[in-house]
């Protein structure tokens, strides 16, 4: 028995020691082509049901396995598996794999700001724009370089004024009230955008304006509430994510570009009259003769156009690392001046990035931009009769620009208008700008499938502008001169923590977990004064005046804080499903309303996994998705939850109180349900494309409700009223020809919108509120938001010149009394409902050529300032007019453009009507790139490894489908042809190395 007994504890003995010899599997998985490291392969040995997944530096490490030998097997979505079999010890075992690209595209990894994921597997919806697209396109804000790149994208140029801010819309607009602007994401950070300028008279700078293109890898734009639920309130405008470029390993490349080209303007737009038109509209108009010489002929338009404005830009940057460090380092410096006279951006910006390993298990990282940006602009965005823009259509064309010695004509104008050329050259209207991001992030890998990461952000900006009026002419010559001094302090900072849990039960199923808890909170601060009578020339700050005459300052803060959760499920490479909730707080509404739940669920199938569609042989990739989601918006004013009361005001020279803002304790989010159903595919290795639908609710609107005055207040913010956003979003791309010596693709985009406001407030006898202007449906239940609403024109009654309107919608019946005719709905809103881009390229050896075309479909333009240009006799004395002015009735029988010209034009002819509404329909060849890459066998003995000259241009070309839109289609957002810059076309010349 006792032999028995010690024969089986020896047994167990060997058995124990048998399972002691436990081993390790480690090693990194990167793309076979770029080296890179794939980030989140799943490494699996199915024999023992264990495995683990890649960490951000795309090494994985699967620990206590039993010796012997086994099989792994290591897999990617988009990529070729690997197998490889290994055999395990007491040790360690290393297996490095590279996998191959297995579907055509399927490489790239989407970049949500919240992590990376595959784009196969992702089941939100998103566009992309990588560096390529961006990296030479000589603009100076960044954001306006996606223009046509991104369906459901809109983005149009607010002013051709360098550095002015883009209006940016995402599938439409989904509040009436409330903010529309997306949100901008920098390296995973939300940042401040919009605005920088603080007096509104002056042109604007945009925040992006700060940022250099070449410093950028990629753009990517959050659509679907599965991409952006995860940013609560702030998402539901959409996202741009902007991914920075940082190091990589290997040895240090050095890059280093120079381009310098001109601009002109895009569009010209209306021609104004010259003199002798003038001078005969003035007489039949008048019935007297005009002060005309009979020889003064000015073209104010010219003198006030800087022609073949210049532009430059040069960029070093380096590259590299190993192991253990990598960084990013970059200068670049930026000029462009405007086409009118006076206008001009200077920026420099720096760069670096370094990324360094402490050990094993914690890696730190530090992003830091600077840069400085000073604008020289003017008074523009209404009739600002000190603005270069306004001299071509305002200054009477009889009256000389300069005066017999040279100097400009300052004694000698016909009507009370200041030169705006003297003004524009003796006057300051300048920014500057100073800002700094900072984003400092560590990474732990706690476990081999649990990480936790830290990361804390700032975004400073201190930005300086002066607004300078000269003493002996202008608008405060009367005061001997006037100094306005602005000076802003931005600050936002962003903390957030992380942790990530990878859990990998079989080789069919994977998890991936995250929790996030974020805290951003902006604190601006501005400060003002103005001063006249300055005792002489040169002196341009406040101290040198004598009367100081506005004094203020003011502060703001708002928060954000929330917790996030996100999981990301695979089953077999071909079904994928993503949630999200969020539960975030914000300091826009009340203690008791401040919270709110955000979420998103998402479903991805994968067909080609399956064998039925690969049997086709055809189809190299297909998923159909699906999302759902709730969204919040808080875009609203910082304290409208709040009754307040302020203190600006005086009541015979002694401090006043009045009240401000009526409150509303119970203001809380507004919310949207969106849905989103897609199809992604990929065919014969060649053509490759999208197709999705999408809809968005958005209920409980931040709205103003108007009040009756005898409140004491216009209106008070609530939650109420609905509408919706609707379209269709299709990308295609096509490789037709592929080989060694020839390319050429053709892609684009396509966008289809609708939007309707389908529920209002009603008043307090039961009838629905609707909020509508000289011009348009604001908000009309039954109709998309700014409709345009106003009377029909209906042309020149050929007997007697009179003008004609409709009578009413039906355009049944005409009448030559403008108040005798009904406002009616003009059938089309401010954004267009149907708009995308075309691209190509050919690449034949090293010569390539690429173009993008952007179209617009189905919006409406309002000249604003036709009234004056426009006015059939009314302002003729005092202003020029349209050149199309001249084509006007003058005899019984004519069939003419205009009116007859009258004094005072009682007839009301120029009051707001569809006489000045236009289609807004426009095709652009936004950008023209052609290049020629210099062989490398050229470059070495010269020690470069890579070169590119290339030429590119911008606006080239422009269409515009009605024959009476003059001015350039590309209009902000709310569709009002105002006095602006006009957008510009340029011609550069660059060239690019590396070494």
């Known amino acids: ?39 989140g392969a799943t490494v699996y040995i199915e024999s023992i049901q264990k495995g683990a997944q890649t960490d951000i530096d795309g090494m994985y490490t699967i620990s206590s396995v039993p010796a012997g030998t086994y099989t792994i097997n290591i897999s990617y979505v988009g990529y070729e598996s690997f197998t490889s079999e290994v055999q395990v010890g007491s040790g360690t075992v290393t297996l490095d794999a590279q996998l191959s690209v ?4 399927l490489d790239e990894v989407v970049v949500t700001g919240f992590g990376t994921i595959d784009r196969a597997s992702f089941s939100g919806t998103v566009s992309s724009v990588s560096s390529d697209q961006l990296e030479n396109v000589p603009v100076a804000s960044i954001d306006g370089a996606l223009q046509g790149k991104a369906a459901g994208v809109q983005i149009t140029a607010s002013s051709g004024t360098p550095g002015a801010v883009q209006d940016i819309r995402i599938r439409g607009i989904s509040s009436i009230n409330a903010g529309t602007d997306p949100l901008f994401v920098i390296d995973g950070v939300p940042v401040i955008s919009g605005n920088i300028s603080t007096n509104g008279a002056t042109s604007s700078l945009g925040f992006l304006s700060t940022l250099n293109s070449s410093d950028i890898e990629s753009i990517t734009v959050l659509k679907d509430a599965a991409s952006t639920a995860p940013y609560g309130a702030r998402g539901t405008n959409g996202v741009i994510v902007i991914t920075t470029k940082e190091g990589r390993r290997g040895s240090t490349t050095y890059s280093v570009s120079a381009q310098r080209g001109y601009n002109n303007k895009a569009v010209n737009g209306p021609d104004p009259l010259n003199a002798e038109q003038w001078d005969e509209i003035y007489q039949q108009a008048y019935g007297a003769a005009s002060p005309w010489d009979g020889q003064t002929n000015s073209n104010w338009e010219k003198a006030a156009t800087n022609e073949n404005a210049l532009q430059q830009e040069y960029s070093l940057s380096a590259r590299g690392g190993n192991d253990v460090t990598n960084f990013y380092a970059s200068g670049s410096i930026f000029d462009q001046e405007g086409t009118t006279v006076g206008t001009e951006i200077n920026r420099a910006t720096g760069k670096f990035d370094i990324t360094h390993r402490l050990d094993e298990r914690v890696r730190i990282n530090n992003r830091t931009t600077g840069s400085f940006v000073e604008q020289d602009g003017i008074l523009e965005g209404a009739g600002y009769f000190g603005s270069p823009v306004l001299a071509k259509y305002f200054m009477l064309p009889i009256d000389p620009v300069r005066s017999p010695d040279g100097s400009y004509n300052i004694d000698n104008l016909s009507n009370a208008i200041y030169n705006p050329l003297y003004t524009q050259e003796n006057d300051i209207d300048r920014n500057r700008t100073a800002r700094i991001l900072n984003n400092t992030q560590i990474d ?3 476990l081999e499938n649990l990480k936790f990461g830290s990361k804390f952000a700032i975004d400073y900006l201190v930005s300086e502008e002066k607004n300078y009026n000269n003493i002996f002419y202008g608008d405060s010559d009367d005061e001997s001169g006037r100094v306005d001094d602005y000076w802003l302090r931005n600050f936002n900072y962003v903390f957030q923590n992380n942790i990530t849990y990878n859990f990998t039960p079989n080789v069919d199923n994977s998890f991936v977990f995250k929790l996030f808890s974020e805290i951003q909170k902006n604190s601006r601060y501005e400060v003002g004064g103005s001063g006249e009578g300055i005792a002489a020339p040169g002196l341009i700050n406040l101290a040198t005046t004598a009367n100081p005459v506005a004094a203020f300052s003011e502060s703001s803060d708002w928060a954000v804080a929330s917790f996030t959760g996100l999981v990301n499920y695979g089953w077999s490479d071909k079904i994928f499903a993503d949630g ?15 919270w709110g739940t955000f979420y998103s669920i998402g479903l991805a199938y994968v067909l080609s996994e399956e064998d039925f569609i ?15 989601g709730l969204t919040g918006n808080s875009a609203v004013g910082l304290n409208n939850y709040q009754a307040t009361v302020n203190y600006e005001g005086s009541y015979y020279g002694s401090p006043a109180i009045q009240t401000d803002n009526l409150g509303n304790n119970k203001l809380s989010w507004e919310k949207a349900n969106s849905y989103d159903l897609g199809l992604e595919f990929e065919l014969v290795d060649k053509v490759s494309g999208s197709v999705t639908y999408f809809r968005k609710n958005s209920y409980d609107l931040l709205f103003n409700v108007p009040l009756s005055r005898t409140t004491g207040h216009n209106s008070q913010t609530q939650n109420i009223g609905e509408l919706y956003n609707q379209g269709l979003e299709i990308e295609a791309n096509v490789d037709v ?39 348009r449906y604001r908000a009309v239940e039954g109709f998309a938001v700014d409709s345009w609403y106003m009377r029909g024109w209906a042309g020149v009654d050929p007997a007697n010149g009179d003008p004609l309107w409709y009578t009413d919608g039906t355009k049944s019946a005409t009448t030559n009394d403008y108040n005798s005719a009904e406002a009616f709905s003009q059938g089309a809103n401010a954004q267009p409902t149907t708009f995308g881009g075309v691209n190509t390229r050919v690449d034949v050896k090293n010569f390539y050529v690429s173009a993008d075309l952007y179209y617009s479909f189905g919006n409406k333009v309002y000249d604003t300032w036709a009234f004056i240009n426009s006015s059939d006799g009314r302002f003729t004395f005092l202003y020029n007019q349209y050149a199309s002015q001249y084509d006007r009735w003058q005899q019984p029988g004519d069939e003419a453009l205009n009116p007859r010209p009258t004094s005072g034009n009682a007839r009301l002819t120029a009051a707001t009507s569809s006489r000045f509404l236009y289609d807004g329909d426009y095709l652009r060849l936004r950008n023209l790139n052609v290049g020629y890459n210099i062989p490398s066998r050229a470059l070495q003995q010269i020690g470069l490894k890579s070169a590119t000259v290339y030429f590119l241009g911008q606006n080239l070309w422009t269409h515009t489908f009605d024959d009476l839109l003059e001015f350039d289609p590309e209009v902000r957002a709310d569709g009002f042809l105002d006095l602006n810059a006009a957008p510009l076309k340029s011609l550069t010349f660059g060239i690019k190395a590396n070494f």
């Open 1 to 39: 028995m006792f032999k028995k007994l010690l024969f089986m504890a020896f047994a167990m003995f060997l058995s124990v020691c048998a399972y002691a010899q436990t081993g390790t599997i480690t090693g990194e998985v990167t793309d076979a082509e770029t080296g890179e490291a794939l980030i």
């Open 102 to 105: 297995d579907l055509v595209g």
């Open 444 to 446: 732990i890998q706690i």
């Open 580 to 594: 999200s909730i969020r539960y975030e707080g914000n300091s826009r509404f009340g203690e008791d309303y401040r």
């Open 614 to 628: 690969q049997d086709l042989g055809f189809i190299d990739f297909l998923k159909v998705r699906a999302s759902y």
């Open 737 to 775: 020809v592929r080989t060694r010596d020839f390319a050429w693709n053709i892609g684009g985009n396509l966008t289809l919108l609708e939007n309707e406001v389908t529920k209002l407030p009603a008043d307090a006898n039961g009838e629905d509120i609707e909020i509508t202007t000289s011009t």
